[in-house]
T-cell receptor, first 111, second 115 residues
Framework: NAGVTQTPKFQVLKTGQSMTLQCAQDMNHEYMSWYRQDPGMGLRLIHYSVGAGITDQGEVPNGYNVSRSTTEDFPLRLLSAAPSQTSVYFC??????????FGSGTRLTVV | AQSVTQPDIHITVSEGASLELRCNYSYGATPYLFWYVQSPGQGLQLLLKYFSGDTLVQGIKGFEAEFKRSQSSFNLRKPSVHWSDAAEYFCAVGPFSGGYNKLIFGAGTRLAVHP
């Protein structure tokens, strides 16, 4: 039982490049979400999904795109990377929405 | 607007000493409250949660937290700290909107443990 798997673990991008952060869970959880973690700011919600085909914006959605075509996968796309998107990104999932399982994170640096 | 404040950025305790990490929240209704722990380079692990009922909540790893509505607080405690408890701790409040808990996190408290 792998839980929540995020790939890659580390990534360096040049400004303007695009990329997709992958997130997969094998627990049949309906709820999935993406957070970014920045020093001194805790975690902030980027986008979330309450089931396949349903997504919505969180607190800091600008510059990011998501889709949820299956229950298992919830990829996060950076459309045109900016230095302000340098952060650690966490994917999380939950069966009932009341307590989340987090992945181990993706550390992204935009130069 | 909902918010979570963790007043202490860094705390250092000696191994075996007691611990209390503070958390204050701002929320208009009865909150869902969580404590998570993050070890270096790792994701977040749920320590405990409060939704309703008994205001003293027991969690994993010997932690407990007490919900005090009058003080808008949800402080985390442990009677005797172990060196392995060194980590960053996050308090979160979850507004329940549309069947989904959008978690709002505090900035975190980094705990160091002296041998």
């Amino acid at each position: 039982n792998a839980g929540v798997t995020q790939t890659p673990k580390f990534q360096v991008l040049k400004t303007g490049q695009s990329m997709t952060l992958q997130c997969a869970q094998d627990m049949n959880h309906e709820y999935m979400s993406w957070y970014r973690q920045d020093p001194g700011m805790g975690l902030r919600l980027i986008h979330y999904s309450v089931g396949a085909g349903i997504t919505d914006q969180g607190e800091v959605p600008n510059g990011y795109n998501v889709s949820r075509s299956t229950t298992e996968d919830f990829p996060l796309r950076l459309l045109s990377a900016a230095p302000s998107q340098t952060s650690v990104y966490f994917c999380a999932s939950s069966l009932t929405g009341d307590g989340y399982t987090f992945g181990s994170g993706t550390r992204l640096t935009v130069v | 607007a909902q918010s979570v404040t963790q007043p202490d950025i860094h705390i250092t305790v000696s191994e075996g000493a007691s611990l209390e990490l503070r958390c204050n929240y701002s929320y208009g209704a009865t909150p869902y409250l969580f404590w998570y722990v993050q070890s270096p380079g790792q994701g977040l692990q749920l320590l405990l949660k409060y939704f309703s009922g008994d205001t003293l909540v027991q969690g994993i790893k010997g932690f407990e937290a007490e919900f005090k509505r009058s003080q808008s607080s949800f402080n985390l405690r442990k009677p005797s700290v172990h060196w392995s408890d060194a980590a960053e701790y996050f308090c979160a409040v979850g507004p329940f909107s549309g069947g989904y808990n959008k978690l709002i996190f505090g900035a975190g408290t980094r705990l160091a443990v002296h041998p």
